[in-house]
């Protein structure tokens, strides 16, 4: 197998326990016959840390085996240093979960089901009620905190989901595609607000998504999953950064064998949404030695422009997209 | 200032110790229940029999021509089987959508993520149907008992049958959580209070009618075990001390309604969870 040094570093050495708050131990879980999670270590640093992999790659399932919803068929789990088995109780005293799809207390205004949530985790009746206001203001909903969240828009919906997960104060939040169906300021928004409760008010999160650019705008660290296993994790910087550079590059010719040799010379290479290839070229090597090979599969370049490396290309990378 | 950087602090205040979310999950849901004035109307109907008895009581020791309306141990016998229907109408309207209204808006999720057990939802939910239940039941029995001995001036009629008020509560809590439990149960099966209870009165219904067409067609009431209604009524007639019709032992009717309310806990044990797996 050709050695190929991209953008991506290998995986990080499993931090210190007292730096994570969560760490999963060879854990499996299976739906029937079906892996959803398959032999998954990983560790998740204090911060913020994305969870990030295409549809059907394992995310929700963590997250809800972390939870205690699901309990996994191998493995172990510790969450804030405690065993998921143990210690459920004593955990979700401690996390707060924004459930990805839309969910709620039926029949109560936003203000009544966030200080409900709030007693739910522990906080006394007065106490969850001040907070509910405050917390409904924070997410920007202070104005319609009256109003049954039967009535609220999708967009609201999703504020008010992480509303009840902020509530009791949590040292761990679990956001579960936390943009589900807002438009584009929503999402800014909502991403602005992200932003801010991890890196201005000192609460670790592990933010679970599909997008891409959510979890690169929030996240210092990164899991990423495919397919119920690990491809890799570390700090988002790190995995960008290191070894070699990226080029955009589009051809033309025979450019199912121009990708053959790509690979076959080490380097990585894979498609975006416009015509343009990005290749990740290793260090030693520049642009003229993608010259060369174009040449000699006879190809034309039309474009060449170098890039710099985003959390895509470790995504593409780490789930072999081609 | 943008909003984000109002409101949010962290919290340094006191938190409950584990165990007491079963009451925070009742109370919301007694207190929705009470916000309900076609609820209250029924309430209100439900204790209407209880001003009836309370009248006869009353009438019954102050009036020597009203002597034959006195109470006896089958006045109270009578008074909790005619309450069956305020049972019935009562667990439909509170508990058909304890949990399917829940599941429908998908708040499992939320209150699983939240340090409560899945017993403490289900005591919770249950509570919240109990109370009502045995406020049409046991609470206006025991108070009739009491009005009894008042309006007596003496307390001769409960000395003479102390056993009613454990048979009171006896009956009572057997009516209530026979309910209560099979309600619950529905309830966790279906995502529409409506279907719930529909489901609920069909069943009901179904079996008590299944037990009249085998009594015609074999001239016998061995087959009274089918009916928890009827089931009922014979543990009834036995903690009374009233004489029973029924061809079956009451031993029998005890353990129908105990297989009632166990499968009703197995079918909540399996359903009562954050995330429904589909395999």
């Known amino acids: 197998m050709p050695e190929t040094l991209t953008a991506v570093a290998t995986p990080p050495d499993l931090p210190s326990p007292a730096a994570s708050t969560v760490e999963l131990d060879r854990v499996s879980v299976k739906y029937g016959k079906n892996f959803a999670l398959r032999d998954v270590s990983a560790s998740f640093q204090r911060g913020a840390v994305g969870l990030l992999g295409p549809n059907g790659a394992g995310k929700s399932t963590m997250i809800k085996a972390l939870l205690g919803f699901v309990p996994p068929d191998r493995g172990e789990m510790r969450v804030l240093g405690m065993n998921v088995k143990r210690s459920p109780l004593e955990i979700r005293a401690r996390i707060g979960y924004m459930p990805e799809s839309d969910a709620h207390i039926p029949g109560m205004t936003a203000v009544a089901f966030v200080a409900y949530c709030g007693e739910l985790a522990g906080l006394p009746r007065a106490d969850a009620m001040q907070r509910a206001h405050e917390v409904l203001y924070y997410v920007g909903l202070g104005e319609a905190r009256y109003r049954n969240v039967e009535t609220y828009s999708t967009g609201m919906k999703q504020r008010i989901k992480l509303a009840q997960a902020l509530v009791h104060d949590p040292d761990l939040l679990f956001l579960d595609e936390p943009t589900n169906g807002m438009d584009p300021k929503g999402r800014d928004e909502m991403l602005e607000l992200i932003r801010d409760i991890a890196h201005n008010k000192g609460l670790n999160l592990i933010l679970s998504s599909h997008l891409l650019p959510d979890v690169e705008y929030t996240c210092d660290h990164v899991v990423v999953m495919d397919k119920g296993s690990v491809a890799t994790q570390g700090p988002i910087e790190a995995l960008k950064g290191q070894g070699g550079r990226v080029f955009e590059l589009r051809v033309k010719g025979d450019i199912n064998g121009f990708v053959e040799t790509l690979r076959a010379a080490g380097l990585d290479c894979h498609a975006t949404d416009e015509d343009i290839m990005r290749v990740f070229v290793p260090a030693g090597r520049d642009a003229r030695f993608l010259f060369e090979l174009a040449s000699r599969e006879r190809v034309q370049v039309r474009h060449l422009r170098p890039s710099v490396p985003t959390l895509e290309d470790v995504f593409a990378h780490a789930v072999g997209e081609k | 200032m943008p909003i984000h950087d109002q409101g949010y602090r962290r919290y340094e205040g006191r938190r409950e110790p ?262």
Request: with cysteine; hydrophobic share 60%; net charge positive.
């Open chain 2, 18 to 279: 584990h165990g007491r979310t079963w009451w925070v999950i009742a109370r919301a849901g007694i207190m929705n229940m009470l916000r309900q004035r076609k609820f209250l109307g029924l309430l209100l109907f439900a204790w209407a029999p209880f001003i009836v008895r309370a009248v006869q009581l009353y009438v019954a020791s102050n009036f020597q021509q009203a002597s034959f309306l006195a109470a006896t141990p089958e006045t109270f016998r009578e008074y909790l089987g005619q309450q069956a229907i305020f049972v019935f109408f009562i667990t439909i309207f509170v508990g058909a959508g304890l949990i399917a209204n829940d599941r429908r808006a998908n708040a499992l999720q939320i209150y699983l993520s939240k340090p409560l057990a899945r017993t403490e939802y289900i005591v919770g939910k249950l509570v919240t149907l109990l109370v009502f239940l045995v406020g049409v039941t046991w609470v206006p029995a025991i108070l009739l008992l009491i009005l009894q001995m008042m309006f007596a001036g003496n307390t001769a009629f409960i000395a003479r049958n102390l056993y009613l008020f454990p048979a009171i509560t006896l009956y009572s809590l057997m009516q209530v959580f026979t309910s209560a439990f099979a309600m619950l149960a529905l309830s966790s099966m279906s995502k529409s209070s409506r279907f719930v209870g529909v489901m609920y009165a069909g069943i009901i219904f179904f079996t008590a009618a299944m037990y009249n067409a085998l009594r015609a067609m074999t001239g016998s009431s061995a087959f009274a075990w089918l009916s928890p209604q009827d089931c009922l009524e014979i543990i009834g007639n036995a903690v009374f001390r009233v004489r029973s019709a029924y061809a079956i032992p009451v031993p029998v009717a005890f353990v129908a309604i105990a297989v009632i309310i166990a499968g009703s806990i197995v079918v909540l044990e399996r359903r009562v969870r954050g995330v429904e797996v589909v395999t």
